[in-house]
Nanobody
Framework: QVQLVESGGGSVQAGGSLRLSCAPS????????MGWFRQAPGKEREFVAT????????YYTDSVKGRFTISRDNARNTVYLQMNSLEPEDTAIYYC????????????????WGQGTQVFVSS
C-alpha cells in the first residue's frame, strides 16, 4: 500500500500561517480525491478539506472556510493545505489521506493515510 508523507507542520502564533504538503512515498498512485483530516488532543479525528484529484471542486469543514485552502499539483503528485489566520483551536495533528471516491468527507472512505504532522498554534 502506498504511504503518504506529510510535511510543513510546526508552531506558530495565532494569526499566523502554515502550508502543509503531502505526497506519496515511492511510486505514484491513482486516486480520485485527496483530503486533510486533523485530530486534536482528546478529540476524534475530523474532516478538514478534500479536493478531487483529476477535477472537481474543494470542500471544507465550516470552521476553516475562508482561512484554509486545499490545492493540488498533479505534476508533482502533491496536495497542499494553506492555512491562514490560524487559531489555537486549529492545534492538532494533521493527516493527509487518499480516497477512491471524490467529494467524501468520511474518514472511512479514505484508504491511504500519512503518519501526520503536528500543528501547534499559540495564543
Amino acid at each position: 500500500q502506498v504511504q503518504l508523507v506529510e510535511s510543513g507542520g510546526g508552531s506558530v502564533q495565532a494569526g499566523g500561517s502554515l502550508r502543509l504538503s503531502c505526497a506519496p512515498s515511492g511510486r505514484s498512485f491513482s486516486t480520485k480525491a485527496m483530503g486533510w483530516f486533523r485530530q486534536a488532543p482528546g478529540k476524534e479525528r475530523e474532516f478538514v478539506a478534500t479536493i478531487g484529484w483529476t477535477g472537481g471542486g474543494a470542500y471544507y469543514t465550516d470552521s476553516v472556510k475562508g482561512r484554509f485552502t486545499i490545492s493540488r499539483d498533479n505534476a508533482r503528485n502533491t496536495v497542499y493545505l494553506q492555512m491562514n489566520s490560524l487559531e489555537p483551536e486549529d492545534t492538532a495533528i494533521y493527516y493527509c489521506a487518499a480516497s477512491p471516491w471524490a467529494g467524501t468527507t468520511r474518514s472511512a472512505d479514505y484508504t491511504n493515510w500519512g503518519q501526520g504532522t503536528q500543528v501547534f498554534v499559540s495564543s
